[in-house]
């Protein structure tokens, strides 16, 4: 971006709301991130939260979809201007523990700490950005889903070649669910089977879940109807997740984030069986997309 654009940008009224929620989103990033400036063993940078800046990006991308100006660069300016936080507590980190440094890591510490937070600014407006840009894509599709398919769009071939990871998660997700609660305890291979088949389930459960929310909101011709809907795609998984959640949290258990991800793997397997049957009971059957 030269400098004749960034002025531009900085008078531009279109991208005044974007400016807003990053300037918003300073306080909140603050306080959250306020907590290490007193913990030991932090000299350079730090860590901020980045629950702000993600709920900020998806604010900017649901308020900028189908706009004139583009989600991305409006999750770009969100983020540019939330990184302010960003700024101050890596600069406060390192200012509260130079008196407790040798010269020759305060030095170390001056030098460094431009290095970091430049670091830190542009991870805050990639978090922003990627988040305005997935939140648009989310929102036009729900938008359009009853609207007449368009010939020229390239939704069909889209869903041709991710539509694949659904009959494969399908036939994966026992296999690998067995392998955990049944080899995982017994060690030796019987854990190294269980880890890989978690490593290829993980991304492929992603991909099935892209997968099934593209197929429930691709437009269809009027009069038709595709099920599972999109309410029982992204439905049926979190509640899945959240259902095995409170139950771990009722039991007093540990590591109940963890033990949802098992809802969530069920919850979307069940969908994918249903997905593929109503599919093949239209006469439907999986091609690789040409």
Request: proline content about 5%; overall charge negative; aromatic content about 10%.
């Amino acid at each position: 971006m030269s400098l004749q654009e960034f002025r531009a940008s900085l008078t531009d009224e279109s991208l005044r709301f974007a400016v807003l929620v990053g300037l918003a989103s300073i306080p909140f990033t603050l306080a959250l991130s306020w907590n290490p400036l007193a913990e030991e063993g932090i000299t350079i940078g730090g860590s901020v939260s980045g629950e702000p800046l993600l709920l900020a990006g998806v604010v900017v991308g649901y308020r900028y979809s189908e706009r004139a100006t583009e989600s991305r660069r409006a999750g770009f300016w969100t983020g540019l201007v939330g990184s302010i936080a960003t700024v101050i507590v890596f600069t406060a980190n390192t200012i509260t523990t130079l008196e407790s440094m040798s010269s020759r890591m305060t030095v170390l510490a001056v030098a460094l700490t431009p290095v970091f937070v430049a670091v830190g600014v542009g991870f805050t407006v990639v978090i922003t950005t990627v988040a305005a840009m997935i939140t648009d894509w989310v929102t036009t599709r729900v938008a359009r889903a009853g609207s007449e398919p368009d010939p020229q769009e390239a939704d069909r071939r889209t869903a041709g070649s991710l539509r694949l990871a659904i009959p494969a998660y399908s036939l994966l997700t026992p296999i690998v669910l067995l392998c955990v609660f049944w080899l995982l305890p017994d060690g030796g291979v019987g854990l190294l089977v269980s880890v890989l088949g978690l490593f290829v389930l993980a991304p492929l459960s992603v991909v099935a879940f892209v997968a099934l929310f593209i197929e429930a909101t691709a437009p269809q011709p009027e009069g038709t109807d595709r099920f599972p809907g999109l309410r029982v795609c992204v439905g049926v998984p979190v509640a899945g997740y959240a259902l095995v959640y409170l139950a771990t949290e009722f039991h007093a258990l540990e590591s109940a984030p963890r033990v949802g991800i098992y809802g969530f793997i069920v919850g979307l397997w069940i969908v994918s069986l249903v997905s593929l049957g109503d599919r093949y009971r239209d006469g439907e059957r999986y091609r690789s997309a040409t």
